[in-house]
């Protein structure tokens, strides 16, 4: 489901409507940045910095990038494009529909556990991301999910998994790409050039 452009406005609004969130916005649009950097930037404690930079990229204004135990934020231009073109529109912008029923039949016909199915009740709408997780275990489950439009033994390019991942939640689907990565779900190349199914979702929910 593609997101209203007014719900999407007032989301990334909301998201900015804090002091600290804009300071560590501007902070990352000079470059990569960790937690504890900008913690010391901002005057404020890595837990509260880590809470504010969820709620950002929840929205699609930074993402995230792993090496090792380090977490490297930056600003996603794309998101903040949208933003920018978004509020020079809002007069513009039709109102919120009204909201449709979401097709959950595929999602009962997973056989997951029912707190599994009923996460992705709460983050999906007729099999598409509606917004990402803030917390890392419900992210996990969707993780979980999003390896199961993968098949075994095939070789895929960026190109390809980045177009799955697009009809999924197009939003920011580049940090969909490196949690599967960074969760073990795709393996790729030292050069990136080619992916492949990593875990299987199973493995994942059993552990």
Avoid: C
Avoid at 147 to 167: G, H, P, Q, V
Wanted: net charge neutral.
């Amino acid at each position: 489901m593609e997101i209203n452009k007014e719900v999407m406005l007032l989301m990334l609004l909301k998201a900015l409507a804090d002091e600290s969130r804009m300071a560590l916005l501007r902070l990352l649009n000079e470059g990569e940045r960790t937690v504890g950097d900008l913690a010391i930037q901002v005057n404020l404690g890595e837990p509260t910095v880590s809470h504010h930079l969820t709620r950002m990229r929840k929205v699609g204004l930074v993402t995230l990038r792993m090496a090792g135990n380090q977490r490297f934020y930056r600003v996603n231009q794309s998101g903040l494009a949208l933003f920018k073109q978004l509020a020079a529109e809002i007069e513009h912008i039709q109102p919120i529909p009204e909201a449709s029923v979401s097709d959950d039949g595929w999602i009962n016909a997973m056989g997951w556990d029912e707190a599994d199915l009923q996460i992705l009740r709460e983050y999906t709408h007729d099999g598409k991301l509606t917004n990402l997780p803030p917390k890392q275990k419900k992210m996990q489950v969707v993780l979980r999910w999003l390896a199961t439009m993968f098949e075994n033994d095939r070789l895929y390019s960026e190109k390809e998994i980045n177009t799955i991942l697009k009809t999924i939640y197009a939003e920011d689907y580049i940090s969909l790409r490196r949690d599967l990565v960074d969760m073990g779900y795709l393996r790729r190349e030292r050069n990136g050039g080619t992916y492949w199914l990593g875990a299987v979702p199973e493995e994942k929910n059993n552990s």
